[in-house]
């Protein structure tokens, strides 16, 4: 099964820039991927995604120029590059996978502070 494992989230001011990485345990290289969040409250909210190839990436308006996903096939990793933060951007954020089942990983916190 395939496992997926964030990390670089944290503790960050607003305005400021954020990059998270998804390791996976294996090649990802033929599969969507992309990440989603999710606050203390709120419903899970996706954030971006990323064609296998990487040739198509798509991001919903709320972080639109401001949210890069990337993908290195080679290191089986996937990048979340976040700037300009805003407080509404705190949640917990997961990588996921459609491998085809959709898998996603333990997630990593990121708390914008105004």
């Known amino acids: 099964q395939v496992q997926l494992a964030e990390s670089g989230g944290g503790l960050v001011q607003a305005g400021g820039p954020l990059r998270l990485s998804c390791a996976a345990s294996?090649?990802?290289?033929?599969?969507?991927i992309g990440w989603f969040r999710q606050a203390p409250g709120k419903e899970r909210e996706g954030v971006s995604c990323?064609?296998?190839?990487?040739?198509?990436?798509n991001y919903p308006v709320s972080v639109k120029g401001r949210f890069t996903i990337s993908r290195d096939n080679a290191k089986n990793t996937v990048y979340l590059q976040m700037n300009s933060l805003k407080p509404e951007d705190t949640a917990v954020y997961y990588c996921?996978?459609?491998?085809?089942?959709?898998?996603w990983g333990q997630g990593t916190l990121v708390t914008v502070s105004s």
């Open positions: 996921w996978a459609a491998t085809p089942v959709v898998v």
């Open positions: 990323i064609s296998s190839r990487g040739g198509a990436t």
């Open positions: 294996v090649n990802l290289d033929v599969y969507a």
